[in-house]
């Protein structure tokens, strides 16, 4: 029954930036992995980034590697995903989910519950 609120995504130019955040309506937000996903139209859902409970251990997908950071803040339930040098190809919904585990994973079906999605648009 956690309930996960992404922030509104956006339209930025290639080379750009942006910067999404998820909070989640739980009061054992650091019990939980954090995860970032993504969905192109007529793509499978993709793997960007994952983050530890305490914070300190973080993976990312190949794709994503050297332009995007994932962070959190366990004091304000909130986990973030900063999209730096960004690409048209990285044009998705975005979605954030939890994993009721200690241990990260890459899998779509190692997290639940999800985020709601939200819009990021990339120009050339």
């Known amino acids: 029954q956690v309930q996960l609120v992404e922030s509104e995504g956006g339209l930025v130019q290639a080379g750009g930036s942006l910067r999404l955040s998820c909070t989640a309506s739980t009061r054992t937000f650091s019990t939980y992995v954090m995860g970032w996903f993504r969905q192109a139209p007529g793509k499978e859902r993709e793997f960007v980034a994952t983050?530890?409970?305490?914070?300190?251990?973080?993976a990312f997908g190949d794709s994503v590697k050297g332009r995007f950071t994932i962070s959190r803040d366990n004091a304000k339930n909130t986990v973030y995903l900063q999209m730096n040098s960004l690409k048209p190809e990285d044009t998705a919904v975005y979605y954030c989910a939890a994993r009721d585990s200690p241990v990260l994973s890459t899998n779509v079906g190692g997290y639940g519950p999800w985020g709601q999605g939200t819009q990021v648009t990339v120009s050339a």
């Open positions: 983050i530890s409970r305490s914070g300190s251990l973080t």
